[in-house]
């Protein structure tokens, strides 16, 4: 390092953006021109490690040796005894694996150009001879423009040679890559082709149609024997939405035997142009969840709010009030639980019954002055009774009309004093052979009227004069009992094997 910690050589570091177990990437700025670039840096711990600086030559000379828009620039290379580092293009952008973690709609919205980007810059890796052999979304940078750079080339290898690797003991072969994309055949030790890539390649598109790899457990081991002996089921069946053309492609790339993959990255890019990865647009589908969820979410926070204001008044002693509304309301059924009945019309008011009634006990009200009595005639003045004879008119003080009848124009009635007021006896002397009321008894002196014989027996007793049946009053329409609907009841971390 420098005096100056914050200067290495002619760079200014400026922010880390990634830390390795020997390595850490900065963003630095080129003191003189102003120039940003990205610097992949040893650590001083490892300035002596011989393993760790010619794993960080052979990365810079690798990257160097190829050119393409979608792998990352590796400029110059500096080694030296204070410290070791090579300066790139910096780019950017997170990595894919961040983005499937945090923003998996849109890292699949750019999943076909991201695919179609990483299988031609690996076919451009294969023609240089190099197998990257540490294809992962961690090493995927991946812009919200949708452009793509492949990085870390610190395990890039040349394929095996078949008839030497045969002649080497297994245990000799030193197996290298992340558990979770690694290829069975370098698992099993095996030689090493293109192939491996295709397949690290078709776990990382499995990874991005679904979510999530298809081989995951907490045992390195165990995660190594599933790449060997398991076959997954195909993406759709985790996420609906990928088409069926993605999965045949999806399990070609990770077949267990390299010989039924596809054969090349081209073979690959060809099919990749004929094919769609999801039937409907992920962010649409994201957007309209979202949008849903907050509608019910919503609703269950007014269903909360107003669950707390009852058992707020219940506490209270407060009753709840009723909610008038035009839907149907929910009343309790003991048969069939809850049932739906619409709210019955208001009553119809009673018409005024037609019949009038008599004068209360001990006076009689002025005229018009109350309801059910005479109203007023022209020319009456307050508390004057209607002539005699007039159709409707009350009795005067000491007459007593039969029950539920009015004079009638020119009916006569016996003079006052021959019918009792209301309450008492008739007066005595009274008319010689005149009836009492019913319920009356005679007065002295009085004699009872003959009565008339019965045919073939003795006389018979007259029955009780019957009063007249008043007019009932008709009662209020009732409504009908509304129809009850029935309602439906309610309802490894990934290590590095070096």
Known sequence: MAENDNLIDDFELINCIATGNTTQVWEVKHVSTGQQYAMKLLLDEFLKNSEAKASLKHEANVGKSIEHPNIIQIFDLQMSRDHGYFTMEYFRAPNLKSMIRGELAAAQARGAKLMEALVQALATVHAKGWVHRDIKPDNVLLSKGGETRLIDFSLASRPSNPLLHA????SSVVIQGTRTYLAPELIQRKALTFA???????????????????????NPNDLLMMHVRDTPDVPSSFNPNVTPEADVLTMKMIAKDPKKRPASMMEIASELRNIRFFKEDPETLVRQKAEKEKKESFQSLDARIDSRADAARIEAGIATPSKKSDKPKEKHNFRMGLVEEKEKPAATPAPAPAAQQGPPPGGMPAPGMMPGYPQMFPGMMPGQMPPMGMPGQYPMPGQYPMPGQFPMPGQQYPPPGQFP???????????????????QLPSPGQQQPPQQPGAGGPAQQQPPQQQPPQQQQPKPPQPAPPPADDLPLASIDDLDIE
């Not at 002649?167 to 297994?170: Q, S, V, Y």
């Not at 007021?421 to 319920?439: D, E, H, L, T």
């Open 167 to 170: 002649m080497k003991r297994k």
């Open 196 to 218: 491996a890539d295709i397949y690290s390649l078709g776990i990382m598109l499995f990874e991005l149609l679904t979510g999530f790899p298809p081989f995951r457990t907490g």
């Open 421 to 439: 007021m209301p309450g008492q006896f008739p007066a005595p002397g009274g008319p010689p052979g005149q009836a009492p009321m019913p319920g």
